[in-house]
């Protein structure tokens, strides 16, 4: 359609990658759509996905612009939104993050949060015994993990569901947060983009000053999420060189004790920040260097990234648990094959519980979270076979519905059925992207996954998960820029047979 290319099909069905998918049944492997008059190009052939995420990455390292997203480098960039070897210098100061030993540290950080988590549910099941809301509980733990695994900071969202950091953190990706005029005309117009994002950048000033100023301003005026998260990450910094500067003296009750000096994401990035004399100038990709604007870019990044998958991850896993009740059974039984009374659950164990792991992953391949992020912008010409020639600036996105239900890459078994044993089966690479695939995939995959594996292992080992209601189980979905859904009701049973 003129101006708005494909835009009103999204409207009309209010899930872009639903939309995407019966595309893709109705035209192909290969096809394109335009969003305004941005042309889109989608593919789900796994050979030709290889190409681009793989074999040829360094023709397709970057992602597209969101619409309002800033990269101007002055301003830093974080790693997600980083391009070339910007991008390359980042991923590798944080990839050591979540390497094995870093996360055979955290281990106990994370099994203490879940325990404040047990005690919660304990709490729920008294008050509301025809069933609660599971994800609020996983959303406030999970905020909890990340700024105390990432952050070193020892916080208690549990018991804090207004802590300002966690509700903004939510707004972020509340629906009503996205239906900005300027989102739209970035949208359809892209090339004006550095006047949206002045009059953007604006708009929030003139808030934030007017809910200062204001009489009940901040009552009336609503502040930008984002804008907020970032100007607040200056807490962070402060508190890690607080605790830098104590030279783990540690005298700092905020800050966790069992955790060295270079164990958490901040210290990882603060040194490489410290390094670094001059704020805002360009790096070599070879430089383990942060500006001081990347370091904070990066902090919100990974506040608001690290929290709101992972709770929807067990959102979703917990929905199969209380509706594949025999799926639930196997499982718990599995687990308590593993760990007898005297066993303590550590890293290397949940690593060893393969049939978990598969329960997760077939999880996510039923329910992904985050399709839209996972595209590729081209960088420089090149002839594919099967595509034929690709621009620079070409934006290719996968369709990860498509891929995830394609019976040729995961058969016999219907797609559609929960079959985690599908998983023993060697697939093609690109059949699961979950976390997106190649060099550029989920840099914060093992944390989520060593997360999500303790919660499940604690709530098998104490509870059976029953659906609140027998009627009714779908689940009702929201997509934005993840596909979550609007709450998970469930009822817990206290184990009685171990
Ligand atoms: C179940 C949980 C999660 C899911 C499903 C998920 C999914 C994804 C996906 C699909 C991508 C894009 C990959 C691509 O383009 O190929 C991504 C990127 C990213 N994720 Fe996650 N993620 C999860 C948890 C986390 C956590 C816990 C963190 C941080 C601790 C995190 C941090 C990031 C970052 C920083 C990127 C950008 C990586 C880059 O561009 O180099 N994610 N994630």
Redesign the pocket.
């Known amino acids: 359609m003129f101006l708005l290319g494909n835009l009103p099909d999204f409207v009309r069905t209010k899930r872009i990658s639903i939309c995407i998918q019966n595309w893709t049944n109705q035209f192909g492997h290969i096809y394109g759509y335009f969003e305004g008059h941005t042309p889109i190009l989608v593919v789900s052939n796994p050979d030709i996905l290889h190409e681009i995420?793989i074999k040829y990455f360094s023709k397709f390292h970057s992602?597209r612009q969101f619409p309002l997203e800033d990269r101007r480098t002055t301003k830093g960039v974080?790693?997600?939104s980083?391009t070339g070897d910007q991008?390359r210098r980042?991923?590798a100061i944080?990839n050591p993050?979540?390497s094995t030993l870093k996360m055979k540290r955290m281990f106990p950080i994370i099994d203490d949060c879940i325990t404040t988590f047990l005690i919660k549910l304990e709490e729920c099941m008294k008050t509301s015994s025809e069933g609660f809301d599971i994800y609020k509980l996983y959303k406030r733990l999970?905020m909890d993990l990340?700024w105390r695994c990432?952050f070193g900071i020892k916080t208690d969202m549990q018991n804090d569901p207004n802590n300002p950091y966690l509700k903004r953190s939510q707004e972020v990706f509340a629906r009503e947060n996205c239906a900005y005029l300027a989102t739209l005309l970035g949208i359809l117009i892209p090339e004006l983009q550095p006047i949206w994002l002045t009059s953007h950048c604006w708009i929030n000033y003139i808030r934030a000053r007017l809910r200062r100023l204001l009489p009940m301003g901040e009552k009336l005026i609503e502040d930008d999420p984002n804008e907020w998260l970032k100007d607040n990450v200056g807490y962070f910094i402060k508190k890690a060189q607080i605790h830098q500067n104590n030279n783990n003296n540690n005298n700092n009750n905020d800050y966790n004790t069992n955790i060295t000096k270079s164990a958490d994401?901040i210290h990882i990035m603060l040194d490489a920040t410290e390094k670094s004399s001059i704020d805002n100038k360009q790096h070599d990709h070879t430089e383990r260097i942060l500006s001081l604007n990347e370091l904070k870019q990066?902090i919100y990044?990974?506040m608001v990234?690290?929290?709101e998958?992972?709770s929807?991850?067990l959102a979703y896993v917990t929905h199969i648990l209380a509706t594949h009740l025999d799926e639930q059974k196997k499982l718990q039984n599995y687990i308590d094959s593993f760990l007898n009374v005297d066993s303590i659950l550590d890293y290397d164990i949940i690593n060893k519980m393969e049939y978990l792991d598969w329960f997760i992953r077939e999880t996510?391949r039923m329910y992904?979270?985050?399709?839209i992020?996972?595209?590729?912008e081209c960088s420089e010409q090149i002839d594919l076979p099967g595509l034929g020639r690709i621009l620079p600036g070409t934006k290719i996105t996968l369709d990860m519905y498509s891929l995830h239900y394609n019976n040729d890459l995961w058969g016999p078994v219907d797609t559609k059925k929960f079959y985690p044993e599908r998983f023993a089966t060697k697939r093609h690479p690109m059949a699961w992207?979950?976390?997106?695939?190649?060099?550029?995939?989920?840099?914060?995959?093992r944390?989520?996954?060593a997360?999500?594996k303790i919660v499940i292992i604690r709530l098998l080992q104490n509870y059976t998960v029953l659906p609140a209601s027998m009627d009714d189980n779908n689940l009702d979905l929201v997509e934005l820029v993840t596909i979550s859904p609007k709450q998970v009701s469930i009822r817990l049973e206290q184990r009685t047979d171990k």
């Open positions: 995420f992602r974080h790693l997600f980083a991008w980042q991923r944080i993050t979540f999970t990340i990432c994401l990066n990044l990974f990234a690290g929290y998958t992972t929807t991850a996510l992904p979270i985050t399709p992020i996972i595209n590729r992207v979950a976390f997106g695939v190649g060099p550029r995939n989920c840099v914060g995959m944390f989520a996954l997360e999500i």
